[in-house]
Nanobody, 124 residues
Framework: ERQLVESGGGLVQAGGSLRLSCAAS????????FGWFRQAPGKEREAISC????????YYADSVKGRFTISSDNAKNTVYLQMNSLKPEDTAVYYC?????????????????WGQGTQVTVSS
């Protein structure tokens, strides 16, 4: 059974940092792309970053580029999202996701596998 479990969310002041973790189980890890979506109340779920494990290539949405960094620890089958210079606009539930096609993350489609989400709240 393929499963993704996020952790690391919380409450942080504007300008602060958080690191989210996504533990993957049941995957042939390097056969998948992993990434992060977020969804604020009343808004569409937004793809913000992904990583192609096989070649290490990454993607970032313009809204987070330069502030967020995606990475992986392949020995731990874990993907991270380091979030710096956080803004109140970053407040959302953050979801880890996985798909065999990296293009899914930036083509407007939704990946096949999802975690349960972790809340990130950024105060003014």
């Amino acid at each position: 059974e393929r499963q993704l479990v996020e952790s690391g969310g919380g409450l942080v002041q504007a300008g602060g940092s958080l690191r989210l973790s996504c533990a993957a189980s049941g995957f042939a890890f390097d056969d998948y792309a992993f990434g992060w979506f977020r969804q604020a109340p009343g808004k569409e779920r937004e793809a913000i970053s992904c990583i192609n494990i096989r070649d290490g290539s990454t993607y970032y949405a313009d809204s987070v580029k330069g502030r967020f960094t995606i990475s992986s620890d392949n020995a731990k089958n874990t993907v991270y999202l380091q979030m710096n210079s956080l803004k109140p606009e970053d407040t959302a539930v953050y979801y880890c996701a996985a798909d065999a096609w990296v293009q899914t993350f930036y083509s407007g489609n939704y990946p096949d596998y999802w975690g349960q989400g972790t809340q990130v709240t950024v105060s003014s």
